[in-house]
């Protein structure tokens, strides 16, 4: 079992930049491929940044790649996604999730939830 806290969500200015975490405890944090995914009340989870287990692959939805940047500290056992540029269509619940077998972009391949950070964007 892995217990997933998401933080570091808030209300910012187009533009403008957060950066998320997401600490997690229990089972052996580097055993595992981590993702980021968001939701919009209404629609579907959708993909937006996953890493390996190392860290040293990624791979970012084409809608934040170049301004998003997914990262990990298995010493810390938490991810991170720096969030720069941020648009008002970037708003929306953020969630992290761990994968033990596989990732990738589809949220079925993850096997563990946070319970989510809102990000609003908006002057």
């Known amino acids: 079992q892995v217990q997933l806290v998401e933080s570091g969500g808030g209300l910012v200015q187009p533009g403008g930049s957060l950066r998320l975490s997401c600490a997690a405890s229990g089972r052996t944090f580097s055993a595992y491929i981590m993702g980021w995914f968001r939701q919009i009340p209404g629609k579907e989870r959708e993909f937006v940044a996953t890493?390996?287990?190392?860290?040293?692959?990624?791979y970012y939805a084409d809608s934040v790649k170049g301004r998003f940047t997914i990262s990990r500290s298995n010493a810390k056992n938490t991810v991170y996604l720096q969030m720069n540029s941020l648009k008002p269509e970037d708003t929306a619940v953020y969630y992290c999730a761990a994968g033990g077998r596989s990732g990738g972009m589809y949220s079925e391949n993850y096997d563990y939830w946070g319970q989510g950070t809102p990000v609003t964007v908006s002057s």
């Open positions: 890493i390996s287990r190392s860290g040293a692959s990624t």
